[in-house]
């Protein structure tokens, strides 16, 4: 038996202990991840994954005669909940141990400290059964280049920090290589600049001061905090701030 319901806030499954449908619902659940623009699925594949399979063999006992619940709803922006409720007799959860094992060999626990690490927040019901976890996710920013009447435009997609700098290196890099005076960053969607990207636009700046001695980089759309920003570090002078 596998049942689901499905509208734009959550889906709900309904699913025989039966370990052939684990797979099923991770599946069905990533394409209602992607409905909301979620692109990165790997670590809440293993949190569903080790919810559906805890359920299905220690709460049901693998019976297929009793079912398990499963339900994933957004919650907030790139927030979502995952509720996984059996018809076991639950336990208590007060006593879960959430460190990992020295033993590598000893898989007691091992699922939920996965679920541990990777989710914001665990909560059970007060008999055991049920489950529920908060997941969010962080979507990468992008950097969206093109080149129109002559201007090499540069367009993140988010906040440029420390996480992506390598990617970003490389942006100005191979921006830099195309030989055009003309460079627009146009930082319509972000919002913050930590050390580490400004440390980079600053070597960038010198950079292409050196090859073009005329020209400054255009920065377009800047919200009020990074035009004091670059103010403050003086890059200013590199750097031609437009609205």
Do not use: W
């Not at 599946?27 to 979620?38: A, G, N, R, T, V």
């Not at 009793?66 to 927030?79: A, F």
């Not at 060999?105 to 091992?110: F, G, K, L, M, P």
């Amino acid at each position: 038996m596998y049942k689901t319901d499905e509208n734009s806030d959550y889906i709900n499954f309904e699913f025989s202990s039966d370990l052939k449908y684990v797979d099923r619902v991770v599946e069905d659940s990533i394409d209602f991840l992607k409905s909301k623009d979620i692109g990165s699925h790997s670590d809440f594949k293993l949190v569903l994954r080790e919810l559906i399979i805890n359920g299905i063999e220690h709460g049901n006992k693998n019976d297929t005669s009793k079912t398990v619940k499963c339900k994933i709803s957004k919650v907030g922006n790139l927030r979502f909940s995952i509720e996984v409720e059996d018809e076991g007799d639950g336990f208590d959860y007060a006593k879960l141990d959430f460190k990992m094992p020295d033993d590598p060999d000893q898989h007691r626990n091992r699922g939920i400290l996965f679920i541990n690490t990777l989710a914001d927040q665990i909560d059970f019901n007060e008999s055991g059964n049920k489950i529920t976890v908060v997941f969010s996710f962080y979507n990468e920013t992008q950097f969206d280049v093109t080149t129109d009447e002559g201007v090499l435009t540069i367009t993140p997609s988010g906040n440029i920090t420390s996480g992506i700098a390598d990617n970003f290196r490389v942006i100005l890099l191979e921006s830099l290589d195309e030989n055009n005076p003309n460079i627009t960053f146009n930082f319509s969607k972000v919002e913050d600049l930590d050390s580490i990207s400004l440390s980079l636009l600053i070597t960038f700046a010198k950079m292409f001061s050196r090859k073009f001695s005329d020209k400054q980089i255009n920065v377009t759309n800047a919200n009020k905090d990074i035009k004091n920003l670059f103010t403050l570090t003086r890059i200013n002078k590199f750097y031609n701030i437009t609205e």
